[in-house]
């Protein structure tokens, strides 16, 4: 059973346009939503986060839409630069263990120039 | 350290093998945490430490994996027996602790080839 799906799996946009990654998730015991960046041959960066509590965060060029309703969560970027070329993880865990989270399964972001 | 660090980087092993990863995680993190990533998919949690204790190993494919830690530092995750499924990206993460929300850090993974 796959507790978060991630969509789309790869994503082509061109520099300057909005790149939107979507997630769901299906434990209601999930409180603590991160999105990772991932680029070649390196291990995931923590990116953005989000709690319930709120519907919205924004920070620079990222931001996340949360709607706890629908139990669904997305990623925008604004201005979409061709360093932001990269896969990004959506992911949920609970307060309790942050650090302990359940992936979706990644979206490979291509900006082109 | 500055960051997560894993060794070896890249492990080319033959399938019957036992294979070694070890993990040093920032100095002063007491959690770390073991994940594996297969090739285009995300990241399956394996097992998670506090201290030196593993309160979740819940995640961990079978019997022939195995991890420690000792003196709350570095962990080492063993895999016996090699199986050519086993082949993936090992990630390892460290946080200050497990309550509440603290950033995880992952290290750049040692990438495992069963041939």
């Known amino acids: 059973q796959q507790q978060v799906k991630q969509s789309p799996q790869s994503l082509i946009v061109q520099k300057g346009g909005i790149s939107i990654i979507n997630c769901a998730y299906e434990?209601?015991?999930?409180?603590?939503f991160p999105w990772y960046q991932q680029f070649p041959g390196k291990g995931p960066a923590l990116l953005i986060a989000?709690?319930?509590?709120?519907s919205e965060k924004k920070e620079g060029r990222f931001t996340i839409s949360f709607n706890k309703s629908a139990k669904q969560f997305s990623l925008h970027i604004m201005d979409s630069q061709p360093g932001d070329s990269a896969t990004y993880f959506c992911a949920a865990s609970s307060n309790t263990n942050a650090g302990k989270s359940t992936f979706g399964d990644g979206t490979t972001l291509t900006v082109k120039p | 350290g500055a960051g997560v660090s894993q060794s070896p980087s890249n492990k080319v092993t033959e399938k019957g093998k036992d294979v070694e990863l070890r993990c040093d995680p920032i100095s002063g993190h007491t959690a770390l945490y073991w994940y594996r990533q297969s090739l285009g998919q995300g990241l399956e949690f394996l097992i998670y430490?506090?201290?030196?204790?593993?309160?979740?190993k819940s995640g961990l494919p079978s019997d022939r994996f195995s991890a420690e830690r000792t003196g709350g530092s570095v962990s080492t995750l063993t895999i016996q027996r090699t199986q050519q499924e086993d082949s993936a990206v090992y990630l390892c993460a460290s946080s200050l602790s497990t309550g509440g929300i603290t950033e995880a850090f992952f290290g750049q993974g040692t990438r495992l080839t069963v041939v």
């Open positions: 989000i709690r319930p509590d709120v």
């Open positions: 434990n209601t015991a999930f409180d603590y």
């Open positions: 430490f506090q201290g030196n204790s593993a309160p979740d």
